[in-house]
């Protein structure tokens, strides 16, 4: 489709626009959209990523459960209020205290993610590496499943399956 | 070691080297680290976060890295030290202006800095010219490993690393590429690589300069995403997609302005070099975005064979830098003006604080002895 201003470049931006339930339609390309000032403001910063997403958490009235909300942590007495304030945890156990409230904050910046898949130390304990290399391995199974490489797929269900024995 | 032993040069991460280095400037990797054992620094007393401090600062001293480390203790030092760390990209705006007891190790060529005390305990950079992402990944890995022989890391199996900040969880890791995009800009067409940035789930900052229209042209992208992917996986996305497409964008704009807007690019060059060549006082955002004209000039030249009037003139330049062989202005040149005459650059170079007409005066200055060294093959 050509772009309805320059009529030379392909329409890549489309804009539909509903006044007093009359519906106009627009298609323009990149180039034209900057020159309307009508181009897509793109670049979210994390600290602002952050604090929109806490901003869509729900407020503390809002927490289905009443004990949550009244929530310390006994390792460092941090809250969740404090958590709406300061943006940042009070220690790491943070993370299994307030782990309701966390992980859909947690799934909304990490892309839907809520599962390590890298790095473990070399000081974790044996079992919590091997579990770590399984969950790596499980991963990366489902993505070669998604993607159709059953070659690959089949490699990696053969690794799982010496890892497990 | 003080600062004013690499404050009146730059290193090697920004001397123009480096693979595809006419776009991609430098490559870094940052990781997140807390240690075991300690409540994240938010909960810290004063007294807890000196504690921290001294083991993580010996830990640092002790490590072998082939190179000089020395260390700077940030809530300690003079405003002007904190803003040239900045300026530097050897600490983070937060860690200059935070709170309580804080410090960075840095290397003395550059490529590694720990900044202890930041938003997490401890956070390692590893920074190299162009497009080096794999390199900076394996260093910085070998580093970590090191570090985690002498120290345990908070960490839990389902979620990774542990940060203080819920952004950072997993493996911690930001990669992040400067990259000069001058020619996206002025053919306005900038937009497209924010918009491709987002439709990557990536960050981009503007450098040098107020806002995310940086007046360098110098914009910074990282990753976002730091839990359920590996960081082999989030290196090999940025080197196979995402710099091949950035590069692709940049490089089409810049063979568009050759061919079909050759007169503003030679508009753009000419300004910059008879601006920067007379001036005699000018601020920090007009000098930067001049020389990142004089920087798209002489890449053309060396990258794409480009020679129209204005880029032929600029190669004629000689580089006051190498009186002797007179090379022609080099990237290198051009970056060390680029952060030489950057304003804490400029202030701890002169010794004691100047005041904004001053500093503009002595910016032009420099520049102006930059770039008028006379081609002796031509007298």
């Given at each position: 489709m050509q772009c309805q201003i320059c009529h030379k470049n392909d329409a890549t931006i489309h804009l539909t626009e509903i006044v007093d339930g009359a519906r106009t339609e627009m298609h323009i390309c990149e180039q034209c959209a900057v020159e309307q000032d009508i181009a897509v403001k793109s670049h979210i910063p994390i600290n602002e990523l952050l604090s929109n997403l806490l901003a869509v958490q729900p407020s503390e009235d809002e927490l289905a459960s009443p004990s949550e909300r009244d929530l310390v942590c006994p390792n460092c007495g941090f809250t969740l209020a404090q958590f709406r304030k300061e943006?940042?945890?009070?220690?790491?156990r943070d993370y299994e205290v307030f782990e309701k409230t966390l992980l859909p904050l947690i799934e909304k910046a990490h892309d839907s993610k809520t599962a390590h898949c890298g790095k473990v130390p070399s000081k974790a304990p044996g079992d919590t590496k091997k579990q770590m290399e399984l969950l790596s391995l499980r991963q990366q199974l489902d993505a070669a499943v998604q993607s159709e490489d059953y070659e690959l797929a089949a490699k990696l269900r053969d690794k799982i399956k010496q890892s497990e024995q | 070691m003080e600062l004013t032993d690499i404050s009146n040069d730059i290193n090697e991460w920004f001397d123009g080297s480096g693979p595809l280095s006419d776009i991609v400037v430098s490559s870094r990797i940052r990781l997140a680290r807390n240690l075991a054992g300690y409540k994240f620094l938010?909960?810290?007393s004063n007294n807890e976060k000196s504690e921290i401090l001294d083991k993580l600062r010996d830990i640092m001293m002790s490590l072998d890295l082939g190179d000089k480390v020395f260390y700077v203790s940030v809530d300690k030092a003079p405003t002007l030290n904190k803003h040239f760390l900045v300026e530097r990209h050897l600490i983070s705006r937060h860690h200059a202006f935070g709170k309580g007891p804080r410090g960075v190790v840095i290397a003395q060529r550059e490529f590694f800095t720990a900044m202890i005390?930041?938003?997490?305990?401890l956070r390692i950079q590893v920074l190299k010219a162009g497009c080096q992402i794999s390199q900076c990944a394996r260093q910085i890995n070998r580093i970590d490993d090191m570090i985690e022989k002498k120290v345990s890391f908070a960490f839990n199996p389902r979620y990774g690393y542990l940060t203080a900040c819920p952004t950072n969880v997993g493996t911690g890791i930001r990669v992040s590429v400067m990259l000069h995009l001058p020619a996206l800009k002025i053919t306005g067409q900038i937009e497209k690589f924010f918009n491709a940035a987002k439709d990557m789930n990536l960050a981009v900052r503007g450098l040098f300069?107020?806002?995310?229209?940086?007046a360098s042209d110098l914009y910074q992208l990282s990753n976002q995403?730091?839990?359920?992917?590996?960081e082999e996986q989030i290196v090999s996305r940025f080197e196979k997609t995402i710099i091949p497409e950035i590069v692709e964008y940049e490089n089409a704009a810049r063979s568009q302005l050759l061919r079909k807007q050759s007169d503003v690019l030679d508009d753009k060059i000419s300004r910059a070099m008879a601006l920067l060549q007379n001036a005699h006082l000018i601020s920090s955002q007009e000098a930067l975005f001049l020389l990142s004209h004089l920087r798209l000039g002489i890449n053309m030249h060396r990258h794409m064979g480009a020679s129209t009037p204005a880029i032929e003139k600029l190669h004629a330049l000689c580089s006051a830098d190498e009186p002797d062989k007179a090379s022609p202005l080099s990237i290198a040149t051009i970056n060390r003006l680029f952060m030489l005459t950057l304003p804490a650059h400029l202030q701890l170079n002169y010794g004691k604080p100047l005041d904004s007409t001053h500093r503009d005066a002595l910016r032009a200055q420099i520049i102006r002895s930059a770039l008028n060294q006379q081609d002796p093959r031509k007298s």
């Open positions: 943006g940042v945890l009070g220690c790491p | 938010s909960r810290c005390n930041e938003e997490d305990h300069g107020e806002g995310t229209e940086a995403t730091t839990l359920g992917v590996s």
